[in-house]
């Protein structure tokens, strides 16, 4: 992935960390601003099959389409792209032992998940954006009937 790695640099909307705990309820707090992840298969999103985009949660920037959004069954939405290659940021991540690819949102750095290649999914990009539903808002397409279309 060191191919889409962004540079550090400022974000478009920045708070102070009082400011997200303000804005944020002490979930999406620690998900979002503390990098932590919400229990598997718990998720408002998980099995979502709504058509529309989503959206980071803490700043509002548009992030995924659901046509891009597969059944993965990791317990958590999966996405095989982002909506724009600019719309995420890339970190290495090397906690728990592990090196593994994070995902921010590109406009407040609110982290999102982790992306995965090469797991074998049938997907056009043999990725895996897997995401926290918490760090996410979907908003449906207005031609969407109430989660009956398919994912």
Known sequence: ?????TSQQPYAVQRTE???RAALSPAEYKVLRQAGTEPAFRGEYTDTKTQGVYSCRAC????FRSDTKFESH????????PLAGDSVQYI????????RVEVRCATCGSHLGHVFEGEGYDTPTDQRYCINSISLRLQPDE??????APA
């Open 1 to 5: 992935m060191s191919d889409q790695s």
């Open 18 to 20: 009082d400011e997200w």
């Open 60 to 63: 509002g920037a548009e992030l």
């Open 74 to 81: 990791c317990g958590w939405p999966s996405f095989y792209s």
């Open 92 to 99: 290495e991540d090397r906690t728990f032992g592990m090196k």
């Open 143 to 148: 031609t969407s009937e109430s989660g009956s």
